[in-house]
Nanobody, 120 residues
Framework: QVQLVESGGGLVQPGGSRRLSCAAS????????MGWYRQAPGKQHKLVAVISSGGDTNYADSVKGRFTISRDNAKNTVYLQMNSLKPEDTDVYYCNAEGLSSGSRWFDSWGQGTQVTVSS
């Protein structure tokens, strides 16, 4: 099993910044991609940003130029630096990781979610 633990959510004022972190642990052989998604109540996950093991990134149009995803492969950790936050960025943010476990099985794991609220 692979577990993901997120941190960094909270209340931030419009225009402010926040950094989310997500650490993966467990029976990990390799992680292919790590990413951040957001989900409003009753709706599906929506991509925010994703990063491959080689550092290739992809962002939702709504966050391009404001958010930066990065990862530390040695620590199996992914970060999301969020700048110039807007009220519409308010949501629960979920970390995702997919790759191969130590038993050579594919995994696709999700964190428990962390609330980000942008409000004055």
């Amino acid at each position: 099993q692979v577990q993901l633990v997120e941190s960094g959510g909270g209340l931030v004022q419009p225009g402010g910044s926040r950094r989310l972190s997500c650490a993966a642990s467990g029976s990990i052989f390799s992680i292919t991609a790590m990413g951040w998604y957001r989900q409003a109540p009753g709706k599906q996950h929506k991509l925010v940003a994703v990063i491959s093991s080689g550092g290739d990134t992809n962002y939702a149009d709504s966050v391009k130029g404001r958010f930066t995803i990065s990862r530390d492969n040695a620590k199996n950790t992914v970060y999301l630096q969020m700048n110039s936050l807007k009220p519409e960025d308010t949501d629960v943010y979920y970390c995702n990781a997919e790759g191969l476990s130590s038993g050579s099985r594919w995994f696709d794991s999700w964190g428990q979610g962390t609330q980000v609220t942008v409000s004055s």
